[in-house]
């Protein structure tokens, strides 16, 4: 079965200061995509970052970049120079070839402290 | 504005009763979803249409029946409503095989009483 793990359902970080969140996925598939979504308390889903699975570079979207290592089915999320804005619920997910299908993890909230 | 609306953004109804949720997206896309948000945040996929034509279903009690008219439009109607309905829906959409594309809904928070 096609699953997603993140082990930190909850996170927190100073203000400025760097943030890692960790991803797992468990897959036979050689052709997917991943994803990390941003959910505020605003409840709007928001894409952060995306990642193809053929792609060996390591996705990066300004302050937000991945840690893609296809090997170990491993896809962290670091945001650097955290803001009070970047409060909020950060999902991962996977997608499976070209299904369009979105599996998800659980979430891991994240606090940003002034 | 192009997006993905959904309405109603809050229902609140009693158990037994049916209810409706629309959605329509004015962004071209071929593609739409229902997701539903359990109480825990989990979100899971519940059904997916590409050009009026169901492509998932996944595993969803039959109380939960998909509707749509045309490709902008994917309505979701559940019948005689239960406690374990209570989340959030979502609504997205998405060119067919692109997940990079996807656009979600704000969301319908479903409480059932």
């Known amino acids: 079965a096609q699953t997603v793990t993140q082990s930190q359902p909850e996170m927190s970080v100073q203000e400025a200061e760097t943030v890692t969140l960790s991803c797992t996925y468990d897959?036979?598939?050689?052709?997917?995509?991943l994803f990390w979504y941003k959910q505020p308390p605003s409840r709007q889903m928001i894409l952060v970052i995306r990642?193809?699975?053929?792609?060996?570079q390591n996705a990066t979207e300004n302050r937000f970049s991945v840690n893609f290592q296809k090997a170990a089915k491993s896809f962290s999320l670091k945001i650097s120079d955290s803001q009070l804005g970047d409060a909020a619920m950060y999902f991962c997910a996977y997608s499976p070839g070209n299904t369009g299908k979105l599996i998800f993890g659980q979430g891991t909230t994240l606090q940003v402290k002034p | 504005d192009t997006a993905v609306s959904q309405t109603p953004k809050y229902l609140v109804t009693q158990m037994g009763n049916d209810k409706s949720i629309k959605c329509e997206q004015n962004?071209?896309?071929?593609?739409m979803y229902w997701y539903k948000q359990d109480s825990k945040k989990f979100l899971k996929i519940m059904f997916s249409y590409n050009n009026k034509e169901l492509i998932i279903n996944e595993t969803v009690p039959n109380r939960f029946s998909p509707k749509s008219p045309d490709k902008a439009h994917l309505n979701l109607h559940i019948n005689s409503l239960e406690l374990g309905d209570s989340a959030v829906y979502f609504c997205?959409?998405?060119?067919?095989?692109?997940?990079?594309?996807?656009?979600f809904g704000s969301g319908t928070r479903l409480t059932v009483v």
């Open positions: 997205a959409s998405s060119q067919p095989g692109r997940p990079y594309g996807y656009t």
């Open positions: 897959t036979s598939e050689s052709d997917y995509y």
């Open positions: 990642q193809e699975a053929y792609k060996q």
């Open positions: 962004l071209g896309h071929d593609t």
